[in-house]
Nanobody
Framework: QLHLVESGGGTVQPGGSLRLSCVVS????????IGWFRQAPGKEREGVSC????????DYADTVKGRFTIHKWNAKNTVYLEIDNLEPEDTALYYCAADGVSAPDKCVMREYEYDYWGQGIQVTVSS
């Protein structure tokens, strides 16, 4: 079975930083693109970042560019989302998801492209 487990969330003050981790099992990051999504209270889920299976392509939502960094360590089956300069608007439940039907450089932030999802991890930005 394929599993994704997020960790690293928590409550931080505005301007702080977090590193979210997505540990996968049952499949290889060599062949799956990974996306990060978030859902704030009362809002629809949105894509924030993705990284291709090759690792050579990545993308970010306009609202997080310059503050979020995605990278992965295939040998550790882990994808990371580094978040700097957190803003209250970043408060949300963050999910990682895997896209198994992907070209090596495919990286998209459309929910329907992703087949497997983690349970989510809460990030709260508050003073």
């Amino acid at each position: 079975q394929l599993h994704l487990v997020e960790s690293g969330g928590g409550t931080v003050q505005p301007g702080g930083s977090l590193r979210l981790s997505c540990v996968v099992s049952g499949f290889s990051l060599d062949y799956y693109a990974i996306g990060w999504f978030r859902q704030a209270p009362g809002k629809e889920r949105e894509g924030v970042s993705c990284i291709s299976s090759s690792g050579g392509r990545f993308d970010y939502a306009d609202t997080v560019k310059g503050r979020f960094t995605i990278h992965k360590w295939n040998a550790k089956n882990t994808v990371y989302l580094e978040i700097d300069n957190l803003e209250p608007e970043d408060t949300a439940l963050y999910y990682c998801a895997a896209d198994g039907v992907s070209a090596p450089d495919k990286c998209v932030m459309r929910e329907y492209e992703y087949d497997y999802w983690g349970q989510g991890i809460q990030v709260t930005v508050s003073s």
